[in-house]
């Protein structure tokens, strides 16, 4: 599946032990959490590049992560 929208880093999980900061996609249609598929799921430099632009992403979601397996950033957004 692709998937479009701009990167952010934003608290996660708020009140849970899974809470952290995490880089997201937010699309039109919701929010995710971004992996790459051969990335480190918690800190991946790549990603925290990306935090500010938009890109679309071509992966899998599996519930609300997003793992691509492909990105690309889009120009002029």
Not at 54 to 59: E, K, L, M
């Amino acid at each position: 599946m692709e998937l479009r929208g701009k990167v952010v880093k934003e608290s996660f999980g708020q009140g849970t032990k899974s809470e952290r900061l995490a880089v997201q996609l937010v699309t039109p249609g919701g929010k995710y959490i971004l992996r790459r598929a051969e990335g480190n799921a918690f800190k991946d430099p790549i990603l925290e590049e990306l935090v500010g632009k938009t890109i679309v992403g071509t992966g899998v979601l599996q519930g609300y992560v997003f793992i691509m397996s492909s990105l690309q950033e889009v120009s002029g957004d």
